[in-house]
């Protein structure tokens, strides 16, 4: 057979393979559309075809490019080495190898793989992809980005369909638009909701250099989520805890209004400010610039502070239905206490201690001055008792308003907080 003879009988022997031994009924149907070469095998007594050179496989809307490609006639495997390329409709899997499995429609892939959708991008070790119900499985350092976050985990799964991802072990996940980091065991992600749920240990962290100093926020909970629509919050729930450098909390649940900044704390809360502990039915903070420009207290509002640190067991209080906090220069300049207004402080002479005050009014405005009371103004139905030193020394403990409660579980910073398992630092650049 002459050279043409045999060029054209190996083109023959190709267009039948794909009409063929590629296929079992049109909707199994693969096609070879070229390779540079042709080699029919036998391996473990199963037919096979070795293609080698720029080769290039269809099946349906899916298309196949690699170096090399092993052809399992029977089983309907096709193995891919080198520059591996499967697209389907908007979807690009790559890597440096996988296989293709005819039945099933499911391409699997090792090494450097990625899953770009013109959307967000998929990278990991290893990945599957599933044609028809348009599902992604990827496993070992994933990474995971689009235009508004960036997530890593140990695995990840995601449903195209649904545009609905899960990711687990080991998540961590960087929110652009708001510089945070939020970290935890398990993430799920509705793109058509806008809503995104961190849970097993959850830790917010958000760091802050707008002033030249950085000041970072850290929450802990046992769920968060986020939502994206056009209230733009994520709320953590369950044994929340807040901690900055001047400030700290606990709550049963949290809600923290991004676009607004504003952080609105509900069942039980507990707040602390510098020296001083703010309990309430609710408590809302409002930021100026991500920094405190005031607090609203509502529902049986109490706030107590150490009044001198030479004098253990003393603690200036005030109470009320509601009460107000304001800020200047991270400090603070007013307080504003109505409704049953009751201020409760220990007096000092030349730093001795010389009794204490309690006043109560319809209003109690307190106005400070380098963190120190500068005036006191008390409005509507005044009341007022001065208690002498000698009895107040040996028992400061009954000078307490009615709802005084002192808690020592300040919620503190900590080291894992802000270790490497929180960081990003393995994501591409």
């Known amino acids: 057979m002459s050279r043409w003879r045999w060029l054209i009988a190996a083109g023959l022997l190709v267009t039948l393979a794909g009409a063929s031994g590629f296929a079992q009924g049109d909707a199994k149907l693969v096609v070879l559309q070229g390779a540079d070469s042709l080699i029919g095998r036998v391996i473990n007594g199963q037919a096979a075809r070795e293609l080698i ?44 190898r996988g296989f293709y499995y005819r039945d099933t429609r499911r391409a699997e892939a090792f090494g450097a793989v990625k899953l770009t ?80 749920t961190m849970t097993e240990g959850p830790v917010l962290v958000q760091r802050d250099t707008s002033g030249g100093v950085v000041d970072t926020l850290v929450v802990r909970s046992m769920v968060m989520e986020s939502f994206r629509d056009s209230t733009r919050r994520l709320i953590a729930q369950d044994s929340v805890e807040i901690v900055r450098r001047d400030l700290a909390g606990r709550a049963g649940t949290v809600t923290f209004h991004t676009a607004g900044d504003s952080i609105r704390m509900r069942t039980a809360p507990v707040l602390w400010y510098d020296r001083t502990q703010v309990t309430g039915d609710s408590i809302n903070l409002y930021m100026h610039a991500r920094i405190l420009d005031r607090i609203h207290v509502m529902g049986n509002a109490f706030a107590l502070s150490e009044s001198d640190s030479a004098f253990a067991g003393r603690y200036d209080q005030l ?95 900590r080291a894992s907080d802000l270790g490497p398992a929180r960081t990003l630092r393995d994501l591409p650049q």
């Not at 349906?60 to 390329?85: F, H, K, P, W, Y």
């Not at 107000?324 to 402080?345: C, E, H, N, P, W």
Request: aromatic share 8%; hydrophobic share 35%; charged share 25%.
């Open 319 to 413: 109470s009320g239905e509601t009460l107000g906090m304001q800020f200047v220069d991270k400090r603070l300049s007013r307080i504003d206490v109505d409704v049953r207004a009751t201020s409760l402080y220990f007096v000092y002479e030349d730093s001795a201690a010389n009794g204490l005050n309690k006043t109560s009014g319809d209003r109690i405005v307190m106005r400070f001055a380098e963190g120190k009371v500068q005036t006191i103004h008390v409005h509507g139905g005044v009341e007022g008792q001065y208690s002498p030193e000698p009895l107040v020394r040996r028992k400061v403990e009954e000078y307490r308003l009615p709802g005084y409660q002192r808690l020592d579980n300040r919620p503190r910073m």
């Open 53 to 96: 050179g720029n080769v290039r496989i269809l099946q349906g809307n899916v298309r196949i490019r690699c170096d090399r490609a092993l052809q399992m006639i029977d089983a309907g495997s096709i193995e891919l080495t080198g520059n591996v390329v499967v697209e389907d409709d908007s979807v690009t899997l790559t890597a440096p």
């Open 117 to 196: 959708d013109g959307v967000s991008t998929l990278q990991a070790a290893y990945g599957e992809y599933f044609i028809e119900p348009r599902l992604a499985f990827f496993r070992t350092r994933v990474v995971a980005h689009d235009a508004a976050s960036i997530l890593n985990a140990d695995s990840a799964r995601y449903d195209r369909n649904r545009r609905y991802t899960e990711a687990w072990g080991r998540v961590v996940l960087f929110q652009k638009e708001d510089a945070i980091t939020i970290s935890g065991g398990q993430f799920t992600h509705d793109a058509v909701r806008l809503h995104s």
